[in-house]
């Protein structure tokens, strides 16, 4: 076999109506030009011909794909899952997760860029990777157990191992379940939890004991530790944030001065941005950003902050859609929407202010969590569904309510701060924001990184300002950049613009693409690099187009963020959007990416720029050209 560097040249290929796996080299889907990642799985995806499937449908593809820096020392142990997403609405759409943890480099180790599986077993299965040895073998002794007892069993029989597994939620097919490694590191957005679930696939087990290949190793340690000596490769201000609740006050002081026991973080990143909590008689786990959904409910519990997270993850539920569904929850039922025996409840602690400020104290908190996350992981809530279809289940005024916090898609508000994020959000198939964070954290506050990259900023400083000239560049920018970190893969917080920023000599653009030459020893400039970004959204806009037929008028938000701002704090807009502006933005944006006015679909033009002449075939045999 010819020697590959970055990329280890096979993926795994699981058929479990069949319980046959093969292998396919990975130079089908054109690493060169896709990388890996949400690259390689949209051109994966792309290959299988965009199937319009629904996502449980055993023809319903669940790809997870490494990139060529998995493996490496430092910020790059993530992994992608792709495929059609259930919590998506009010269609299923083809969209994107991301992970960290162990299991992407021990995947890598094993010697795959990843893993592709199709159909549905008969019976409970899990996947066992032991390197070149791989086996589908029966989870029927795993089925019911909760994510934590999973990795326990399955730990115990492959040491070393790590487990990438579901919990009741998934089986039960919620479409808010998560895929999780370890206690915190999951693909949560998506409900991909529940695809796994659909194909009687318990866990994917993998113990590897290869390496990453380097082609060029000497230039890659001097890239680092140019890192080191400028003391960036250090846990900083994008990173440290993430170690401790941010409910601040009470319960930040009571988790920090009582049960936190280490800083953690993906295997070999330095940064180590997640908190190692111990709460006896609740348990241990990890902790970072919406973890500590629950603590804003907690009547300013510690514990019951924890017993929420906890609970969650063990069930195997998205945290950040039971965030937006307590905020629907307490305000739905407060305004009598509806009432807490329409969902399932036979309380809600934080609205028995009798109790003050315990809410109810630790037993009914307790209680209440049993039955809100107990009955969506057994299904019988109708939350079990996402928030979106529960509100339309609750009536009229109950998706009125929805709407003002779920811009679209189906997923909850997440920074949309700015005319650009807003756009992002629009033309993406989910919440963007675990990925893209450059708007909000650099270009806002930092107008003078921006300004290097050709792009506007500074409007967050001082009164928040709604910018529309030139914020389709700014987002166009970011989406490139998403799909390079994504594909990579790099950390989100360790690819921040305004990190390794020392031009002309050194930003992040140059760095990501030093990098990648370095561990592949394919030659790639910065321009090439965000040329293979492009032609990676090309490629999602392409899927969109196939299958889900999208066009000009899909690519927005719902009419409350034209009509009124509903919410406070720093991740709504100032004011609603303007109409007007807003279809003049797009033409901007549109034309920039050479994509029809119209319709705002990729053009022959630009696709074969991008060396995409088959995906143009494709679209114009469907009638789906721009």
Not at 297 to 314: C, K, L, T, Y
Not at 334 to 349: A, N, R, Y
Not at 495 to 516: C, G, K, N, Q, W
Request: glycine letters at 12%; aromatic letters at 10%.
């Amino acid at each position: 076999m010819t020697p590959t560097y970055g990329w280890t040249g096979e993926l795994l290929w699981v058929d479990l109506s069949n319980s046959r796996v093969d292998r396919v080299p990975t130079s089908d889907f054109e690493p060169h030009k896709y990388i890996g990642g949400v690259g390689l799985n949209t051109k994966v995806f792309w290959e299988l011909g965009s199937p319009s499937v629904g996502a449980f449908e055993p023809d319903s593809p669940l790809i997870i794909s490494v990139g060529p820096l998995t493996g490496v020392s430092g910020p790059f142990n993530r992994a992608e899952v792709g495929g059609i997403a259930p919590q998506a609405y009010p269609q299923e759409l083809h969209a994107y997760s991301g992970f960290g943890g162990k299991f992407p480099s021990e995947l890598k180790y094993a010697g795959y860029d990843g893993i592709v599986v199709v159909g549905k077993a008969d019976n409970p299965v899990y996947l066992s990777i032991e390197d070149e040895n791989v086996e589908i073998k029966s989870a029927d002794d795993l089925w019911g157990s909760d994510t934590f007892e999973t990795q326990q069993v399955l730990m115990a029989r492959y040491p070393g191992a790590s487990v990438l597994t579901i919990g009741p939620a998934g089986e039960n097919l919620s479409r808010i379940a998560v895929i999780l490694n370890e206690t915190a590191s999951c693909a949560g957005q998506g409900g991909y939890g529940a695809v796994m679930g659909s194909k009687s696939l318990k866990a994917i087990v993998v113990r590897g004991t290869g390496t990453t290949g380097v082609a060029r190793p000497d230039e890659l340690l001097d890239l680092l530790s140019q890192r080191h000596r400028s003391g960036e490769w250090k846990a900083g201000p994008h990173q440290t944030w993430g170690r401790y609740p941010l409910v601040d006050g009470p319960i930040e002081t009571t988790m920090v001065s009582r049960y936190l026991k280490k800083f953690s973080g993906c295997y070999g990143c330095p940064f180590q941005c997640q908190g190692f909590y111990d709460v006896p008689g609740t348990g241990k786990g990890v902790q970072m950003c919406t973890e500590c959904w629950y603590g804003w409910f907690s009547g300013n519990s510690a514990e019951g902050m924890w017993d929420g997270n906890i609970m969650s993850q063990r069930l195997g539920i998205n945290n950040r859609e039971l965030l937006g569904m307590m905020i629907f929850l307490v305000t739905g039922v407060e305004q009598g929407l509806f009432s807490k025996t329409d969902v399932g409840l036979t309380s809600i602690p934080m609205l028995d202010w009798s109790n003050h400020p315990e809410y109810g104290g630790k037993a009914v908190h307790h209680q209440f969590l049993q039955e809100l996350l107990g009955g969506i992981a057994d299904g019988t809530s109708p939350f079990s569904q996402g928030l979106a279809r529960a509100a339309k289940q609750l009536g009229p005024s109950a998706a009125r309510l929805y709407h003002t916090d779920y811009p679209a898609f189906g997923y909850h508000n997440h920074h949309i701060e700015g005319v650009a994020s807003a756009l992002h959000w629009a033309t993406d198939t989910r919440d963007p924001f675990n990925s893209c964070h450059d708007y909000t954290s650099v270009f806002g506050w930092n107008p003078e990184v921006a300004a290097h990259f050709g792009l506007p900023g500074g409007h967050f400083i001082g009164q928040r300002r709604m910018v529309y000239q030139d914020s389709e560049r700014s987002t166009i920018w970011v989406q490139h950049h998403q799909c390079v970190k994504n594909s990579l893969p790099i950390c989100e917080y360790a690819s921040m613009p305004d990190l390794f920023y020392h031009p002309p000599a050194m930003d992040v653009r140059i760095f990501e693409s030093r990098l990648l030459s370095a561990v592949t020893g394919v030659e790639t400039s910065a321009d090439e690099l965000w040329e293979a970004g492009e032609r990676i959204w090309n490629l999602r806009r392409a899927v969109m187009v196939l299958r889900e037929n999208r066009l000009r008028a899909d690519d927005t938000l719902n009419h409350f963020w034209f009509d009124q701002i509903s919410g406070a704090g720093d991740e709504v807009l100032p004011e609603p959007l303007d109409r007007t502006q807003w279809e003049a933005l797009k033409n901007r944006y549109y034309a920039l990416r050479g994509w029809n006015l119209g319709t705002g679909r990729p053009t022959r033009a630009r696709l074969e720029h991008l060396g995409m002449g088959e995906v143009a075939d494709t679209l114009e045999a469907a009638g789906r050209i721009g």
